[in-house]
């Protein structure tokens, strides 16, 4: 409680005020502002080029904004690399693809963890007493991940063998191993069937369900992206052009003129 006897209002997960990209003469962004709060699963949708993962990219510390602000519970991230950006409880996943084909299911797993390793480079050297019960909690964290995800069969398995909406699934594990306040998860729909595209929406709403985590989308697919933000905002050549409710957004002239390019279609 203030001196005033009111509550100190709780800092949004993400705010983001000004928020301008340019390259060269081309401006992918232009003043972009949204206020994201803790549990909300919100959407950001747009054409094709609209700037859409721009603007995570921005966000997860890709890009370094032009102008603008960006604020992690109320703490400033712009101009932070991305491991930095992390480190503030920012996890992502991409359109395309990124695991490490190479390593186990298991390993993409472990090693999204480093963060919480608890140990330095002496200690990994040496291997002794904190290492070993570091890395044996590491694992137990993983395995334990894999299980809740049904995805402890293909522990030992490379992600490169796996079919596209498991590797899709293993994403965005590893993301939510870094133990996340914010996730943003870029086109998760991208590439799936209409059968996989209905298993996405259960696993987003089990894990907004489960995880104690701010969930921010961008999706093509909109019947998903309907069934599962409260809230929606859509940009198109950078400029933001609406925000609201799916319904509001459903209907609304400027996003159909858009996407169809002719608001009377």
């Known amino acids: 409680m203030t001196e005033t006897g009111l509550e100190t209002q709780k800092a949004p997960v993400l705010e983001i005020r000004g928020l301008t990209q340019r390259f060269g003469g081309l401006t992918a962004v232009n003043n972009f502002n949204v206020e994201l709060h803790a549990g909300e699963l919100n959407g950001l949708i747009g054409p094709n080029g609209a700037g859409k993962t721009t603007v995570f990219n921005l966000v997860s510390g890709f890009y370094q904004p032009t102008e603008g602000q960006i604020f992690i519970d109320g703490q400033p991230t712009a101009g932070l690399k991305p491991h930095k950006v992390t480190s503030f409880g920012v996890a ?15 390993d993409n797993i472990r090693v999204a963890q480093h963060y919480w390793l608890g140990y330095g480079f002496f200690h990994s050297v040496l291997r002794g007493k904190r290492f070993k019960q570091r890395e044996a909690q590491i694992a137990q964290e993983s395995a334990a991940l894999l299980d809740v995800f049904d995805l402890k069969r293909y522990a030992d398995e490379y992600p490169k063998n796996l ?16 133990h996340p306040k914010l996730l ?8 799936l069937n209409s059968g996989d595209a209905k298993e996405l929406i259960r696993l987003v709403r089990w894990i907004h369900s489960t995880f104690d985590v701010t969930i921010w989308m961008i999706e093509h697919h909109m019947d998903v992206m ?9 940009i198109d050549f950078g400029e933001t052009i609406a925000a609201g409710t799916p319904e509001h ?13 002719d608001e009377n279609i």
């Not at 992502?92 to 299911?105: E, K, P």
């Not at 309907?226 to 859509?234: D, F, G, P, R, S």
């Not at 957004?249 to 390019?261: M, Q």
């Open 92 to 106: 992502r996943t991409f359109q395309n693809i990124r695991l490490w084909n190479d390593m186990s299911v298991l």
């Open 163 to 178: 079919p596209y909406g498991t590797q899709r699934k293993l994403e965005i594990a590893r993301a939510l191993s870094t």
């Open 184 to 191: 943003l998860l870029d086109e998760p729909a991208a590439g």
């Open 226 to 234: 309907m069934e599962l933000a409260t809230q929606i905002k859509v």
């Open 249 to 261: 957004i459903r209907n609304h002239p400027a996003v159909i003129t858009a996407y169809l390019g």
